[in-house]
């Protein structure tokens, strides 16, 4: 058998990163795996190979250790809309590279198993869907609202006379594939026929939001 190595004093910080990213990768494969109800922080250390206290040192309790893998579950859409924002020569270039960015999200395959595990456990842990929407999901749309009013301001859509431009277009975006995901039904036969939905349902919503 070979012998582990001893560790020698503490990690830097970015060995101290990747040991977070790594509790959390761990924290969410057992979620996912076993449910939030079924799952323990203890587990978590043993499955991450940490010991119980750098568990305990970062999170106090299992919900809060849920809301950082949520935290960092979306994360990345948020990275995205502010890299749109940066490179894109228009806000409404950077509206439309920011949805295409989430429709690619909402079906990865790690996500799709994550969103199952939280709809799951709704009825015995609704707080854990609240603080996705108002920790995760609403800083996006807030992101996303202020590239479409940019976009307004600069007389490439229309005014939001009732205020529900954002939703009707985030439904054309990512309704459906939504709704087929939840299900476990199949969306795209490749990437060429997710091109061709995204272009309609982009091109539907420049229609419906054109200046009048």
Known sequence: MIEKPRRQGRPDQQGSEEIFR????????LFVEQGYAATSLEQVAAEAGSGKQTIYRRFTSKEGLFMAVIDQRCEALLEAA???EAIAADPLE?????CRTLLDFAL???KIDFLHMLVAELRRFPELADYAAKSSFEPFEVAMKRLLDAAIARGQLRADEDGQMLHALLGLVTGWAFQRTILGMPLFSGEAEKNAFFESAWRLFLEGAARR
């Open 22 to 29: 790594h509790i959390l990768d761990t924290a969410a494969r």
């Open 82 to 84: 502010a890299a749109a």
């Open 94 to 98: 950077a509206l439309k590279i920011t």
């Open 108 to 110: 990865l395959p790690e």
